[in-house]
């Protein structure tokens, strides 16, 4: 026998079931986004490999060791399944030059790709929904972009934590820099190996650490907001005077950074104690130079991406998804062909979807007996029924399915909508 082909590790199949969980929630985010003003765009899954290393930084783990990158077989250019979303959108803003006269919000959604040890809440293909904001220079953006999140977790149902700090302006990292570099020097044979590698590339990145002996010298280490100048500062304020008119609670923490260099200013994670070790659901930030550096004119922007695979956990824990089953199945057969209870079923299934429902029709034939076991295994709420006797009537026999004390009942077509939406609100 031939040997059955298996996915990637780390790349899963998202089947029937918990598909249709995933575009409830995609929907559900999209139509968030398009009520702070948010258009979609789409860009390509491969991207060449420089984007990635100039807008990301060399020296990051991304970079480093997790992007998928080949070359083209015709004609040898680097390429890469991006990593994440912003470079991407970036560049498409460059190039089709979209917001060189305007402000401009985005979004988006779709695979990443990193190889990563696959677990829990990590996986070598995953998904994200990105939003990026272009030509803000103030902390309105931030912000908001900070309530929009709030907002959605509320109508998810979700408590997540927020942190946030500012990481200033690149001439202000550079001088902390220089004091955190001399202080880790002191300790560099005590670092893991890692931090040794990036103590002269990368030193802010240091912080980022799970090794408990490099954790505990970087306690003492000079911290970046006492670097911050007072534009800095006043735009961290802007951005916190805000959350706190709107009631949103916040931590701030100063040894917060991101995974990517071209953040600035402000910085935030949304974070669960639900998910196990990976607990970011959402974070994101400023990267008012990235536009430049990737070719464009000088342009504030700010963003964020949901983890969809963390998300999905988490409303998974609450049920409040659902499980995609339909509200009705349709059971029919008769004599012979069973023509009249065949064109009477579909005429049934057509009317109650034109109304909203969602509606499974039988296919395939089968005794009232296996096609009722079917019905009952959907999910369905009810199921109609018809035979030849119905047919005759033009009416359905309503079965309710869930509750096994109710009877069914004979219905007229004509009157079935108004008796359902009576009967099975």
Request: glycine fraction near 10%; aromatic fraction near 8%.
């Amino acid at each position: 026998m031939k040997q059955k082909l298996q996915s990637v590790r780390g790349m899963n199949d998202i089947l029937p079931g918990e598909a249709l969980r995933w575009e409830w929630l995609e929907a559900l985010v999209a139509k968030c986004l398009c009520g702070y003003g948010y258009l979609p765009v789409q860009t390509p899954i491969v991207e060449p490999t420089p984007l990635f290393s100039r807008a990301i930084g060399a020296v990051t783990d991304i970079v480093e060791k997790e992007m998928y990158s080949f070359s083209d077989a015709l004609n040898g250019e680097p390429l890469t399944l991006r990593p994440e979303g912003t470079a991407g959108c970036v560049r498409a803003v460059i190039q089709h030059g979209l917001a060189n006269q305007h402000t401009l919000r985005l979004y988006y959604m779709g695979a990443m790709f990193r190889h990563e040890r696959p677990q829990k809440g990590r996986y070598r293909q995953f998904h994200q929904i990105g939003a990026e904001a272009f030509g803000f220079p103030g902390p309105d953006v931030d912000a908001e972009q900070i309530l929009l999140l709030a907002r959605l977790w509320q109508e998810l149902d979700l408590s997540l934590t927020l942190n946030i700090n500012s990481l200033g302006q690149p001439e202000e990292r550079a001088r902390h820099r220089q004091d955190l570099i001399a202080y880790l020097e002191k300790y560099e044979t005590s670092l893991d190996e890692d931090a040794r590698r990036r103590l002269y590339s990368n030193p802010l990145r240091i912080f980022d650490s799970k090794n408990p002996t490099t954790q505990a010298i970087c306690a003492d280490a000079p911290e970046l907001p006492a670097y911050l100048g007072k534009e800095s500062h006043a735009h961290f304020a802007g951005v916190t005077r805000i959350l706190n008119d709107e009631g949103v609670s916040f931590t701030v923490n100063p040894r917060m950074v991101r995974g990517l260099d071209y953040y600035n200013l402000t910085v935030f994670e949304w974070l669960t104690n639900d998910l196990g070790a990976q607990g970011t659901v959402a974070a994101g930030g400023r990267y008012d130079g990235l536009v430049e550096q990737l070719g464009g004119k000088p342009t504030p922007a700010c963003g964020f991406a949901i983890g969809m695979e963390r998300l999905l956990e988490l409303i998974l824990q609450n049920d409040a998804a659902g499980n995609g089953a339909p509200d009705i199945y349709v059971v029919h057969q008769g004599e012979g062909t069973g023509e009249r209870t065949t064109r009477l079923a579909f005429q049934a299934a057509e009317q109650l979807r034109d109304t909203g429902y969602r509606v499974i029709l039988h296919c395939g034939g089968g005794s009232f007996k296996s096609q009722m076991k079917k019905a009952d295994a959907s999910g369905a709420t009810c199921a109609i029924l018809i035979g030849e006797d119905e047919a005759s009537a033009a009416s359905v026999l309503v079965k309710p399915l869930r509750d096994k004390e109710r009877e069914q009942e004979l219905v007229r077509l004509a009157d079935l909508a108004y008796f359902l939406s009576t009967h099975f609100a």
